[in-house]
């Protein structure tokens, strides 16, 4: 399984903990996250696990709270494209979300829990390649609160503890 992270600061925690463990950082957005995933599959990689920040639309999230994001629909296109894209497996004990992919952050949920910016671009080329793909994030902030207000190191912290109870290992 090849685990991906948006930065290198989402990963730093996480390799700390679980050196031995490969991680690719994919960069932030769409189109970086993926150019670096079609890469990877042309390289041979079937399996991914997408992990981060992320922003809460819901109170009943707290900040540092870990989920599984299942499904994810880019935020704004016109309805008559919009989509949902979905994970192929599901890390266990995490709660289940549905999210948004945003090139900005405070899109209107449109029923979506939580909002990245990476998830889309993952789950559209899994689907269209063949390959797994699941997703997990920590809630770092609320959407539309100052990012004076995030509380990154706390998400960063439950994220890199959370991956690590996985036991995920290198394939």
Not at 92 to 108: H, I, K, M, P, W
Not at 111 to 124: F, I, Q, R, S
Request: with cysteine.
């Amino acid at each position: 399984m090849k685990i991906l992270f948006p930065t290198e600061l989402e990963a730093a925690l996480f390799r700390a903990l679980c050196p031995d463990v490969a991680v690719e950082i994919c960069g932030v957005g769409m189109a970086q996250t993926a150019a670096c995933v079609a890469r990877l599959i042309a390289e041979g990689e079937r399996e991914f696990l997408l992990a981060g920040i992320a922003g809460a639309y819901t109170e009943e999230l707290a900040k540092g709270d870990v989920v599984a994001v299942v499904e994810e629909r880019v935020a704004g296109l016109p309805q008559q494209f919009s989509r949902a894209y979905r994970a192929t497996f599901v890390p266990e004990g995490l709660r289940a979300v549905s999210s948004n992919t945003v090139s900005a952050c405070g899109a209107e949920s449109c029923g979506a829990e939580v909002e990245n910016m990476e998830g889309a671009a993952l789950y559209a080329l899994c689907e269209e390649f063949g390959a797994e793909c699941a997703q997990v994030r920590a809630i770092s902030n609320y959407v539309g609160e100052g990012r004076e207000d995030w509380d990154i190191p706390l998400a960063l912290d439950r994220l890199a503890q959370t991956l690590q109870k996985l036991n995920i290992e290198e394939q």
